[in-house]
């Protein structure tokens, strides 16, 4: 089943937790946790994380490694851009997984952790997927 949402079903997936989509939505599934967040947002989140492993952008990544960043995030940034636009074209589905341990959690972390548009607040997708990436790193380890 492909997590790109369409507004039909939109009441199904409001009681699941996801929100009455505008748009199609892309959903991340976090360690368990899914955050739905606008396709237009992800779409430009796909492109970044491309563009940074590609190189681009040093001056972001430059000031994210001042800010304690490990530049290693580097290194997760390619495949997650890449399996965000799989669901965007259709090649892949379902949601799109993180583990909240790994390259594609630091990759996502890192570049959100970057002063973003005045109009991002706590109820952006941005800022939801990096809280849930964030709540998910900082849960206590099992005795």
Do not use: C
């Not at 681009?56 to 965000?84: F, M, S, Y």
């Amino acid at each position: 089943m492909l997590q790109v949402f369409r507004p039909w079903g939109h009441y199904a997936r409001a009681e699941a937790g996801l929100g009455f989509p505008t748009m199609a939505d892309v959903v991340f599934d976090v360690d368990g946790e899914m955050v739905s967040v606008p396709e237009a947002e992800a779409r430009i989140w796909g492109e970044k994380l491309i563009g940074f492993a590609a190189g681009n952008w040093g001056d972001d990544v430059a000031l994210l490694t001042a800010h304690g960043h490990d530049p290693k995030w580097l290194e997760g940034a390619r495949a997650l851009g890449q399996a965000i636009e799989d669901v965007l074209t259709g090649t892949w589905e379902g949601a799109i997984p993180i583990d909240s341990s790994g390259k594609g959690a630091d990759a996502i972390y890192s570049m959100l952790s970057l002063p973003g548009p005045s109009s991002w607040d706590a109820t952006s997708g941005a800022a939801r997927l990096r809280d849930a990436v964030a709540r998910h790193r900082q849960a206590p380890l099992a005795e």
